[in-house]
């Protein structure tokens, strides 16, 4: 029996969704992606909050399942897809779960603050128009430095943050790392830490993930 595609809502180029994507890619899930025109409000109109009472992207569903947050709806692809596609994505028994979430948890609350602060200033705001706030930068580029010099030790002596298979936690870096290293002129804070930099180059260049990179470029209309 087919079963029905699982829907996303967002643009491929907001960082939370592009990391809903590469899990969806990475295990192999058909997926349908839904456009929320952000520009016009569409993330604030009704029937959008009915899904995503914070008016976010992106939004998840699957059959009458709805979730939001973009880490919440990866662990979940995980386990309800565990049987296919890369089924060590999210690990394979507890200590392997708890080691990946361990990295999950390290990236949401150490490496994500001061990487989307300086996403958002320095790759963003000048799309935008909006000042940048050269006195936040470099604050949390010092944040992000403290977190890359942990994860410069940690990947010392494993080839990916939760062990020697890629995994969730590795993953759940690349949206904003992506943005970091092409899309401001950071990307030493990866390249130049040679652990950070073998690691990422790795990640980086995963089939799942280029095909995310593929859909965020501009169509020609």
């Given at each position: ?19 809903v ?12 992606l ?10 604030k ?16 569903q699957?059959?009458?399942?709805s ?12 386990d309800?897809y ?8 999210y ?5 392997a779960?708890a ?36 006195g936040?930068?470099?604050q ?6 403290k ?34 290293v ?12 040679n ?14 993930w ?12």
């Amino acid at each position: 029996m087919a079963t029905t595609p699982v829907k996303v809502y967002g643009p491929p180029i907001s960082t939370a969704v592009s990391r809903v994507l590469a899990c969806l890619l990475e295990k192999g899930v058909d997926y349908q992606l839904i456009s929320v025109d952000m520009s016009k409000g569409e993330h604030k109109k009704p029937d959008y909050l009915k899904i995503q009472p914070f008016g976010q992207v992106p939004a998840f569903q699957d059959d009458d399942i709805s979730l939001f947050e973009s880490r919440a709806i990866c662990r979940y692809i995980c386990d309800k897809y565990a049987d296919q596609g890369n089924k060590g994505l999210y690990g394979t028994n507890p200590l392997a779960k708890a080691s990946i979430d361990q990295w999950l948890e390290a990236e949401g609350q150490s490496f994500s603050p001061p990487s989307s602060t300086l996403v958002f200033q320095l790759a963003f705001a000048p799309r935008m128009k909006l000042k940048q706030d050269q006195g936040v930068i470099r604050q949390n580029e010092e944040k992000l430095k403290k977190v890359l010099d942990v994860y410069e030790n940690r990947l010392g002596e494993s080839r990916f943050l939760a062990g020697d298979e890629f995994s969730l936690a590795d993953l759940s870096h690349l949206p904003n790392g992506h943005y970091l290293v092409n899309a401001t002129d950071r990307g030493e804070l990866f390249t130049s830490r040679n652990n950070v930099g073998r690691w990422w180059t790795e990640i980086s260049t995963r089939d799942s993930w280029e095909k995310v990179v593929e859909m965020q470029k501009p169509t020609a209309n």
